[in-house]
């Protein structure tokens, strides 16, 4: 495999495990009150802007400036903050009265999962430049 490939390896992973746990366990979901769809889809948005955000890093890693990692790594967060509340905002147009807060915070914290694994990947790679 090769290695620029190898490292997204565990955020594919994140995706796909939480993917088919969601899959897995929609009626117990459904349950407790949790919106299923608005986990997959906050899944797949979580997903997308983290592989943004970890090759914008991982460019910015590259750069004798270190100057560029730290506005990359910035850069990241507005972005990652600046669509999460559009999608939050958007799901409350959408669903009108039929908000679960419970989705939301799910959602929530599905976000600081990719958020580890995004700085677990990012550090591993700044040791081995730096090495």
Same mark, same amino acid.
């Not at 929609?26 to 899944?43: P, R, S, T």
């Not at 943004?52 to 990692?69: C, D, S, Y």
């Not at 999460?84 to 999962?113: H, Q």
């Given at each position: 495999?090769?290695?620029? #490939?190898?490292?997204? =390896?565990? %955020?594919?992973? %994140?995706?796909?495990?939480?993917?088919?746990?969601?899959?897995?366990?929609?009626?117990?979901?459904?349950?407790?009150?949790?919106?299923?769809?608005? %986990? *997959?889809?906050? &899944?797949?948005?979580?997903?997308?802007?983290?592989?943004?955000?970890?090759?914008?890093?991982?460019?910015? %890693?590259?750069?004798?400036?270190? &100057?560029?990692? =730290?506005?990359?790594?910035?850069?990241?967060?507005? *972005? #990652?903050?600046?669509?999460?509340?559009? @999608? =939050?905002?958007?799901?409350?147009?959408?669903?009108?009265? &039929?908000?679960? #807060?419970?989705?939301?915070?799910?959602?929530?914290?599905?976000?600081?999962?990719?958020?580890?694994?995004? =700085?677990?990947? *990012?550090?591993?790679?700044?040791?081995?430049?730096? @090495?």
């Amino acid at each position: 495999m090769h290695p620029r #490939k190898k490292i997204i =390896v565990p %955020l594919i992973a %994140l995706f796909v495990i939480f993917s088919g746990s969601l899959t897995a366990s929609k009626n117990l979901l459904a349950k407790w009150g949790i919106d299923y769809n608005v %986990l *997959i889809i906050a &899944n797949a948005l979580f997903f997308i802007i983290s592989l943004i955000a970890f090759f914008m890093q991982q460019k910015a %890693l590259h750069n004798t400036n270190p &100057n560029v990692f =730290v506005r990359s790594v910035m850069a990241g967060m507005l *972005i #990652k903050m600046f669509i999460c509340v559009t @999608a =939050v905002i958007t799901y409350r147009l959408v669903a009108g009265n &039929n908000v679960s #807060k419970l989705s939301v915070f799910a959602a929530m914290f599905l976000y600081l999962l990719y958020l580890g694994v995004e =700085v677990a990947v *990012i550090t591993k790679l700044n040791k081995q430049h730096n @090495a």
